[in-house]
């Protein structure tokens, strides 16, 4: 499964042992959780490289395929939290304010939401500035304003803090790390966004463009491989939240969220989570705004087949916290098909 993916030379010491020990704990309990749920003796078990550890299964429904891939991930978590300690306390965080900046608050309904750029937080946003009566119209065709009317969790006290991570219901979101990375591509680089140009395109293209004419430079047409090797020369903690890692936006062993939800499953878990914090009858998830560009298969295969082999490598490798701690298996990368369904 997705032990024979991971490659011992390219990890060091004590996130070998880590990997290696959540990866069993996860197979047995994949193995466990099918037998209980389809009860039959016959069962095709397939791990898709597009989805959390999840069972494609003709006998399970997609609520019961989304419940199992969310029990799969919260034992994968559970393990690798126990075997870092130093990561269970949100105060001793090198950055903690950073993470209490992506959690957003409901005081009247209790709940926390840990938003990660580019898994659905838009529409996130937009649920909750509804139900808080902020937005008339949930399916109103309009750019999220990400900050107004929102309220976020390092505008309170330490004490405050403390007593609503306790006590509310926390929750977030995650995708597949190699989705995720080509949707931010795709939309920072690919689309009139002249701020994400100027501030990363222009010094991405400087640096990396073989044979570079000099002259307007102007960030816009950034080649996926040349993303991808700015990802490897950067420190996550510098990066930006786009396409910094989701367990460094969110820090999931410290917080210790009630639910994680994927970007995969999202009208099944989205609907779990508005019925857990209350929300009123007359919500529902939006559907996609009509200027958004969905992240096909087609297109993660193609970006990700034109990078060199050795910096996909090095990619996973730079991302392998997310990867394993959320339950999504890194691809084979010596495939060339590793990335289509």
């Known amino acids: 499964m997705a032990l024979a993916h991971l490659r011992s030379r390219t990890l060091s010491g004590k996130l070998n042992i880590l990997v290696v020990f959540s990866l069993i704990t996860v197979n047995i309990y994949i193995a466990l959780s ?19 550890l999840e069972t494609v299964n003709s006998d399970l429904s997609e609520l019961e395929a989304a419940e199992i891939a969310r029990k799969m991930r919260n034992k994968t978590l559970q393990t690798m939290c126990a075997g870092d300690p130093a990561r269970n306390d949100v105060w001793k965080l090198p950055e903690p304010k950073s993470v209490f900046h992506q959690i957003i608050v409901d005081e009247e309904r209790k709940f926390l939401y840990c938003y990660v750029p580019k898994v659905a937080c838009s529409n996130w946003k937009r649920i909750i500035k509804y139900i808080q ?21 390092d505008s309170f006290s330490k004490e405050e803090i403390d ?21 931010a591509y795709r939309n920072k680089f690919k689309e009139n966004i002249v701020a994400f140009h100027k501030r990363y395109g222009v010094p991405i293209v400087k640096k990396y463009r073989r044979n570079l004419v000099e002259g307007n430079v102007k960030g816009d047409d950034v080649s996926f491989e040349e993303f991808i090797r700015y990802l490897l020369d950067t420190d996550t903690s510098d990066m930006d939240m786009h396409w910094r890692p989701m367990n460094e936006l969110c820090q999931p062993c410290a917080v210790n969220f009630d639910f994680i939800g994927s970007f995969e499953y999202l009208s099944v878990d989205a609907n779990n989570v508005l019925k857990t914090i209350g929300a009123e009858s007359n919500t ?7 200027w958004y560009k969905p992240t096909t298969q087609e297109k993660i295969s193609d970006e990700m087949n034109s990078v060199h082999l050795n910096y996909r490598q090095r990619f996973v490798e730079k991302y392998l916290v997310d990867f394993i701690m959320f339950g999504y298996p890194p691809p ?6 590793s990335f289509k369904k």
């Open 163 to 183: 007593v609503k991570l306790k006590t509310y219901f926390k929750f977030m979101f995650v995708r597949d790390p190699i989705s995720r990375l080509v949707s």
């Open 284 to 290: 529902f998830f939006p559907q996609r705004q009509p």
């Open 34 to 52: 099918i037998f209980q749920a389809t009860n039959v003796t016959r069962t095709r078990n397939v791990i898709s490289t597009k989805k959390p």
């Open 133 to 153: 009566g902020s937005l008339d119209d949930i399916n109103t065709v309009e750019k999220m304003d990400h900050k107004k009317d929102l309220v976020f969790l």
């Open 332 to 337: 084979d990368l010596k495939r060339t098909d």
